[in-house]
C-alpha cells in the first residue's frame, strides 16, 4: 500500500524539507521518512500539500498530463467583473506564458482559519474571493493570472486536488491516507 498524506500548509513555511536555518519547512510539521510533495505551493501560499513514498504517483499526482484539477480560494483586491475574468476563462498568455483556460467563478467568502500574519487591510479597497481550478501548476501561475488581470492576489488557499480535500485540517496538521491503484 501507498502512504499519501494531506497536510495543510501553514502561511509562510517552505514546501520542501530543508531550508535555510530559521525557516520553516515540511520537516517542522512531518516526521516520516522517505516521503516527497507531490506538487509545490510557494511560501505565502496555504492549503493542501499531498506527499507520498511513491514516485509514480508523485509523478501522476503533480504532471498536467494526468489532469489532476487543484482548487483555489483566491481572494484578489478589487471587484472584478465576469468580463474582468474572462482572460483566465479563455486561457491567459502573461508575457511569454501561455496558461491553459481555467474554471474561474466569484465566490462568497469561504470559512477560513486567521492567517497569520494577517493580509493587508485597506478600508478604501474592497476585496472579492474567487474559486480558480486549473489543471496545470505553473510557478506562481494564479498570482501571475490574477495580476495580469489588474486584481492582485492577497490570500491564496488551495482546498482540494483531485480527489483529496482539506476537510477540517487546520494549518499544521496532516491525515495519512493508504493509496492502491
Known amino acids: 500500500m501507498t502512504q499519501l498524506i494531506l497536510f495543510n500548509k501553514p502561511f509562510g513555511v ?24 507531490a506538487g509545490r505551493l510557494d511560501k505565502n501560499s496555504e492549503g493542501l500539500v499531498l506527499l507520498t ?13 494526468f489532469g489532476k484539477n487543484k482548487h483555489y480560494w483566491v481572494q484578489v483586491e478589487g471587484i472584478p467583473t465576469a468580463q474582468d475574468l474572462l482572460p483566465l476563462k479563455i486561457g491567459l ?8 483556460p481555467a474554471d474561474v467563478s466569484i465566490i462568497s467568502a469561504p470559512i477560513l ?10 478600508a478604501n479597497i474592497p476585496t472579492t474571493w474567487l474559486e480558480v481550478v ?6 506562481h501561475q494564479v498570482r501571475k493570472m490574477t495580476a495580469a488581470i489588474g486584481f492582485p492576489t ?10 483529496w480535500a482539506l476537510g477540517a485540517l487546520l494549518p ?10
Open 14 to 37: 517552505l514546501c520542501q524539507f530543508t531550508g535555510e536555518s530559521g525557516t520553516l519547512t515540511l520537516a517542522d510539521f512531518i516526521n516520516i521518512p522517505n516521503i516527497y510533495p
Open 53 to 65: 513514498d511513491d514516485g509514480a504517483l508523485q509523478h501522476q499526482l503533480s504532471h498536467p498530463k
Open 93 to 100: 498568455k502573461y508575457r511569454d506564458i501561455q496558461f491553459l
Open 113 to 122: 482559519w486567521e492567517r497569520i500574519p494577517p493580509i493587508r487591510h485597506r
Open 134 to 139: 486549473l489543471n496545470e501548476g505553473k510557478n
Open 154 to 163: 492577497l490570500r491564496l488557499v488551495r482546498h482540494q486536488i483531485a480527489d
Open 172 to 181: 499544521g496538521e496532516y491525515r495519512i491516507e493508504t493509496y492502491s491503484r
